[in-house]
């Protein structure tokens, strides 16, 4: 007969030392154990039959101290509930003389800050769908720590919707899946910094996290001006140092300018003529309302042009999946860096996203979402039109957030007023680089954060600040 101890009950580490016997020592562990914390209070202990097994005494010696452990009040024992460390009345902590110190501040009961879509409209449903069918069908392989480019069958198929939906040139050896945006951006200002890059110009305006990680990999981050034609690109050659620069030219974030023709063109002549990268955050290039979207920069030049996107907009960013299209020059070094690291997606995820899109899942999402937000915008220039004519609004064209212009001076006083009506928002300042030049008063209005259900008192609050 096979021992069945090694396949049922739960493990319990435990070391029933001491020389007054086995019933005595496992007492006085099982005691330290729940007095230190270890095993906390409501913990299931093993059945005395699979404890006894795997410490190799007798049930009756284990039966024995559950029994007098229960009696104790160390443990309890319930039918249908098993053995559990009993729950007992934390001790008070001291009285403190200390002053007492400021409250924290609740939460707000609205938000409209930028930078994150609707989170209860995540397609749950469907996105369980993919993950059965993804789980059914996965390789063996899967499971292992596999090619640190990505999944295959997820790099095919971004290769493809890629393509397809925002004119990038790309195959699936020259896409890396990363663990969302900021860790491409990492990955980039390493391999960027091995090859003696010093500068990576940035826009005026921006997210000082994306600054911040270009800095700490020992690059500078120059400035581009940026006016109602997005960063004016022509003065890249200005910039003796710079060896790449950071662009955002579907939709400017956070002002929201789509870079104009004649300034794509001169960031690719220039990116040509001095042997320079351009890195393309296409971060919500899906949402376009007024017009076709803008095609992505890459098209123009696959071979001096990193193209970034991710899932964060257009699904929801806690799925941490993020990819790269890189020059052919480049994929080696990336990968490298990227399999140097632990930081990655789960394999499973990689799958489940790449069933999703292949299905056609994702086009349909991207398109429902791509209505309900421009309901949003509509109705938030419409209200804003009625209660607040004063009020400029721009950047609308595409993605989930816009730009509302205020009298200048009066940015951090209109913060200030939204917080007492529970409204948290952003001011266009936050975004500045130092170095910029003449600051703007604005708020950045991310209307694709809230849910159904709470937009209409949001937009509600924010009229209320306004007028």
Known sequence: M???WATFGADLHIDPTGSTGLRAGLMHALREAVRTGR???GTRLPSSR???????????TVADAYAELVAEGWLTARQGSGTRVARRAEPRAPVSRAPRSRPPRTAPAYSLMPGTPDLATFPRAEWLKAARRALTDAPHDAFGYGDPRGRIELRTVLAEYLARARGVYAAPDRIIVCAGFVHGLMLLGKVLRGRRVREVAVESYGLKIHTRLLTEAGLRIPCLPLDHLGSRTGELHTLRHAGAVLLTPAHQFPTGVPLHPDRRAAA??????TGGLILEDDYDGEFRYDRQPVGALQGLDPERVVYLGTSSKSLAPGLRLGWMVVPRALAAEVA????ASDWAPSALDQLTLAEFMASGAYDRHVRSMRLRYRNRRDQLVAALAERAPDIRVSGIAAGLHAVLELPAGTE????RAAAWQGLAVEGL???RHPDAGLER???????????????????????????
């Open 268 to 273: 690719v002549d220039w990116a040509r003529s």
């Open 429 to 431: 300042g936050w975004f």
């Open 39 to 41: 095993l906390t209070p």
């Open 336 to 339: 490298e860096a990227k399999g």
């Open 2 to 4: 096979t021992d069945t």
């Open 412 to 415: 951090a006083e209109v913060i």
């Open 50 to 60: 699979t404890l006894a097994a795997d410490l190799g005494i007798a049930r009756n």
């Open 441 to 467: 008063d604005a708020l950045v209005i991310g209307y694709g954060t809230p849910t159904d259900s709470a937009w209409k008192g949001t937009l509600e609050a924010l009229l209320r600040v306004l007028t």
